[in-house]
C-alpha cells in the first residue's frame, strides 16, 4: 500500500531559507473609489489572484465577526489591500470577486466566502480553494501557505502572529499590516501557479 506523503514539521520549515516577499513598493493600499477602480483595471489584466481577507478579530464569547474589513487580492507583480470603510470601495471589490474572468486562488477560504456573502452581498465566482489540490496528492492534514511554500518551493514562509490577531477595522493599517495581507495573497498565487503550470 503507498504512504501518503507527509507534511512537513513546524521544525522543519524553520530550517529552510526564508521565502521571498513582496516590499512596500509592490503593494498599494486602497481606500478610496478612485484608487478602486484602478486597481480593478490592473487586476482585470491577469487571469489568475491570489486571494484573501482579514477580519478584526473577536475576543468575547459569542461575539459576532462583522468582517471582513480587509479584501487582497494579487497578481504575481503586485498586491492590493482593499479597505471596506468606503460603499463604493466596498462595491468595486465586489464586481471583482464577482467576476468571471479571473481565477481567485487562496487557503482555507470557506469562511471568507461566507463573510464575504453576508457583508457584500455577493458569492464570489471562481474560487479556487488550493488546500483541496493538496488533498488530491493525498496530504491529509489541512494544509495552509507556511506548508504549501515549504512542500512547492522548499522555503520558509514567515507569518507575523501578531499582525495576524491585529485590529483590521482600523483606518491607518501598519507597514506590517500591509506586508501580512498582501503577501499572503502573493504567496497563494505562487502556490497557484506552482501546482497548475498552466493555470486554468
Given at each position: 500500500?503507498q504512504s501518503?506523503?507527509?507534511?512537513?514539521?513546524?521544525?522543519?520549515i524553520?530550517l529552510l531559507?526564508p521565502?521571498?516577499?513582496?516590499?512596500?513598493?509592490?503593494?498599494?493600499l486602497?481606500s478610496?473609489p478612485?484608487?478602486?477602480q484602478?486597481?480593478a483595471?490592473s487586476?482585470r489584466?491577469s487571469?489568475?489572484?491570489?486571494f484573501?481577507t482579514?477580519?478584526k478579530?473577536t475576543?468575547?464569547?459569542?461575539?459576532?465577526s462583522?468582517?471582513?474589513h480587509?479584501?487582497q487580492?494579487?497578481?504575481?507583480?503586485?498586491?492590493w489591500?482593499?479597505?471596506?470603510?468606503?460603499?463604493?470601495?466596498?462595491?468595486?471589490?465586489?464586481?471583482l470577486?464577482?467576476?468571471?474572468?479571473?481565477?481567485?486562488a487562496?487557503f482555507g477560504?470557506?469562511d471568507?466566502?461566507?463573510?464575504?456573502?453576508s457583508k457584500?452581498?455577493?458569492?464570489p465566482?471562481?474560487?479556487?480553494e488550493?488546500g483541496?489540490d493538496?488533498?488530491q496528492?493525498g496530504?491529509?492534514?489541512?494544509?495552509?501557505?507556511?506548508?504549501?511554500?515549504?512542500?512547492?518551493?522548499?522555503?520558509?514562509?514567515?507569518?507575523?502572529?501578531?499582525?495576524?490577531?491585529?485590529n483590521?477595522?482600523?483606518?491607518?493599517?501598519?507597514?506590517s499590516?500591509?506586508?501580512?495581507?498582501?503577501?499572503d495573497a502573493w504567496?497563494?498565487?505562487?502556490?497557484?501557479h506552482a501546482l497548475l503550470?498552466?493555470?486554468?
Amino acid at each position: 500500500m503507498q504512504s501518503r506523503p507527509l507534511t512537513p514539521s513546524k521544525e522543519q520549515i524553520d530550517l529552510l531559507a526564508p521565502f521571498d516577499r513582496l516590499g512596500l513598493e509592490r503593494i498599494e493600499l486602497i481606500s478610496t473609489p478612485v484608487q478602486a477602480q484602478r486597481a480593478a483595471a490592473s487586476l482585470r489584466a491577469s487571469r489568475a489572484w491570489g486571494f484573501d481577507t482579514e477580519s478584526k478579530p473577536t475576543f468575547s464569547v459569542g461575539e459576532a465577526s462583522d468582517g471582513p474589513h480587509v479584501v487582497q487580492l494579487a497578481t504575481l507583480e503586485q498586491a492590493w489591500v482593499f479597505q471596506l470603510h468606503d460603499p463604493d470601495c466596498l462595491a468595486e471589490v465586489a464586481a471583482l470577486l464577482a467576476w468571471p474572468g479571473a481565477v481567485k486562488a487562496g487557503f482555507g477560504l470557506g469562511d471568507d466566502r461566507k463573510r464575504i456573502q453576508s457583508k457584500l452581498g455577493i458569492e464570489p465566482v471562481r474560487v479556487h480553494e488550493l488546500g483541496h489540490d493538496f488533498r488530491q496528492r493525498g496530504y491529509r492534514q489541512q494544509i495552509g501557505v507556511k506548508s504549501a511554500v515549504a512542500l512547492l518551493f522548499e522555503r520558509r514562509f514567515a507569518k507575523s502572529k501578531k499582525a495576524a490577531t491585529s485590529n483590521w477595522s482600523r483606518l491607518d493599517l501598519s507597514e506590517s499590516q500591509l506586508l501580512y495581507a498582501a503577501n499572503d495573497a502573493w504567496a497563494a498565487l505562487r502556490c497557484y501557479h506552482a501546482l497548475l503550470p498552466q493555470p486554468r
